[in-house]
């Protein structure tokens, strides 16, 4: 008897004898998380992204994206496997605070957060800051350039955004494979360097 054809979740299943982790991507609005995301997954992203309309003018602030036509409304989603048989599993959050209360379920399981900052606004990455450490999880803070915005040595930014020496910084291009999984890779290295 033929056997029921199998559903294809090739790409969407890890092959076994793997460690995974659920990473946060996160950070203010417009700040490149999606970007990231569709950097550096290995399958398809999911992306819950929908054009802006008028309606969310007066909600979210443009300033300082202008270019911005589209607005994460709930979660993207992507997979990368790093060296060492290590699958992350990255899920973006809504930048913008009034999906806050959302957080915990999009965070439920994950082991660190990356949180994303620009140095136009690094303010806005506070919140940002404050909701995960709220939720008790390890981060790193990458710094995404965009070519209109000042660069800083490291230091400074660590100075401006007041992190704990252990926080790893990392200071990449959302749209550069390279640099974005340097990024993921500090953040895994310090929620491993964390775990029991
Ligand atoms: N020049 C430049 N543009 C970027 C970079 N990262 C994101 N963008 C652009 O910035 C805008 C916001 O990025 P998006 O990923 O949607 O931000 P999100 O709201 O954090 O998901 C988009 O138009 C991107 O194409 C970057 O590193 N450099
Ligand atoms: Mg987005």
Redesign the pocket.
């Known amino acids: 008897m033929d056997s029921a054809p199998s559903v294809d979740r090739v790409g969407y299943l890890p092959d076994g004898g793997q460690t995974l982790m659920k990473l946060v991507v996160t950070?203010?609005?417009?700040?490149?998380?999606?970007?990231?995301i569709?950097t550096l997954s290995e399958i398809r992203p999911l992306h819950t992204?929908e054009v802006m309309t008028q309606s969310s003018v007066e909600l979210d602030d443009l300033s300082g994206?202008p270019?911005?036509?589209?607005?994460?409304v709930a979660v993207?989603f992507g997979r990368l496997t790093v060296p060492d048989d290590v699958v992350l599993y990255l899920f973006?959050t809504p930048?913008q605070e009034r999906f806050f209360p959302l957080w915990e379920d999009i965070a439920r399981g994950a082991l660190g957060a990356l949180v994303?900052a620009d140095t136009r606004r690094l303010g806005d990455s506070f919140p940002v800051m404050d909701a995960v450490e709220e939720q008790g999880l390890p981060y790193a803070v990458a710094v995404?350039?965009?070519?209109d915005a000042p660069e800083y040595d490291d230091e400074v930014l660590r100075a401006h955004l007041d992190l704990h020496p252990g926080t790893p910084l990392v200071q990449?291009?959302?749209?550069?494979r390279r640099g974005g999984v340097a990024a993921l890779i500090a953040l895994a290295e310090h929620v491993l360097t964390r775990l029991p």
């Open positions: 950070g203010p609005f417009g700040v490149g998380k999606t970007t990231l569709r992204e994206v270019a911005k036509t589209t607005t994460t993207d973006g930048g994303l995404n350039r965009f070519p990449c291009d959302a749209r550069d």
